[in-house]
């Protein structure tokens, strides 16, 4: 089974600051990796797929890159409901996994 | 407008067995896979498996194989996660989900809270 982590566990940011989290997988998976967001209490939702397309209606301001084994979500100006936890999700061969989350918080 | 939409929280003692649901409106019986993701505090999220309803193909993570059986009644476009002997830890929040063509989640149900006491 392919592990993915990440990177860092926390981050504390302000308001307008660019986020950068990572995602590393324990062999490569060309570039199927997504990542998504999730707030208290609600279900994750999809932000981008295949490293850097986004999903429909996610603000250009997410941005994904890397290939192989290694992995970027970019936030560029973080704006108020960005403040989340961010998981990358892999799906080699139809099997998935995700990696343990990196929280996004109020600096 | 795509919704999935879940059965309600269940809760059971350990050796019981339990089958929860999940409706998918908006999606295509032809086309989309539906897929189960389980959270909890001490794992975060993690991979079940997913099951094709026209012909019932199912894929399972190696950390479920054999725990859980995955269904699906295509006529009615729902999903089923079946347990036949749940243990304390199988307590957790289920979600059921759609996937896109690449595999990946991109609708996602309520969740379903499931707990169970030893």
């Known amino acids: 089974e392919i592990v993915l982590t990440q990177s860092p566990a926390t981050l504390s940011l302000s308001p307008g600051e660019r986020a950068t989290l990572s995602c590393r997988a324990s062999q490569s998976i060309s570039n199927y990796l997504a990542w998504y967001q999730q707030k208290p209490g609600q279900a994750p939702r999809l932000l981008i797929y295949?490293?850097?397309t986004r999903a429909i209606g996610i603000p250009a301001r997410f941005s994904g890159s890397g290939s192989g084994t290694d992995f970027t979500l970019t936030i560029s100006g973080l704006e108020p409901e960005d403040f989340a936890v961010y998981y990358c999700h892999q799906r080699d061969n139809w099997r998935g996994t995700f990696g343990p989350g990196t929280r996004v918080d109020i600096k | 407008e795509v919704q999935l939409v879940q059965s309600g929280a269940e809760v059971r003692k350990s050796g019981e067995s339990l089958k929860i649901s999940c409706r998918c409106s908006?999606?295509?019986?032809?086309?989309?896979?539906i897929g189960w993701v389980r959270q909890t505090p001490e794992k975060g999220l993690e991979w079940v498996g997913i099951?094709?309803?026209?012909?019932?193909?199912?894929r399972y993570s190696p950390s479920f194989q054999g725990q859980v059986t995955i269904s699906a009644d295509k006529s009615i476009n729902t999903a089923y996660l079946h347990w036949r002997g749940l243990k304390a830890s199988d307590t957790g929040i289920y979600y059921c989900?759609?996937?896109?063509?690449?595999?990946?989640?991109?609708?996602w149900g309520q969740g379903t809270q499931v707990t169970v006491s030893s």
């Open positions: 099951i094709y309803p026209p012909d019932s193909d199912t």
């Open positions: 908006g999606c295509s019986s032809t086309r989309h896979w």
């Open positions: 295949d490293t850097s």
């Open positions: 989900a759609r996937l896109i063509s690449t595999a990946d989640f991109d609708f």
